[in-house]
């Protein structure tokens, strides 16, 4: 089964102005892709700094789904893309 995720125009428009020129947006010092593990390394001390004890697997599903819900999604199509 196919599920259409519709995005918002500043998607692309982030992406475009990015410095990567690929499918990543957050780049490194060093101006490459991070990984999605260095990312997580790097919001995991973040919030140890900040004396948060989270991470960023929690807040980005979250995040992702209350944007999504916010914007009209339905129950069945919540279901469908977060599970």
């Not at 992702?64 to 069945?76: E, I, K, L, P």
């Amino acid at each position: 089964m196919w599920v259409t995720i519709l995005t918002l125009p500043e998607l692309p428009a982030t992406l475009d102005a990015g410095p990567t020129d690929d499918l990543a947006f957050i780049a490194a010092g060093n101006g490459n892709p991070l990984t999605k593990e260095s990312l997580g390394n790097l919001f995991a001390e973040a919030c140890r700094a900040a004396g948060v004890r989270k991470s960023a697997h929690g807040l980005r599903g979250k995040a992702a789904a209350a944007n999504a819900a916010n914007h009209g999604a339905t129950v069945a199509e919540l279901e469908a893309i977060f599970g």
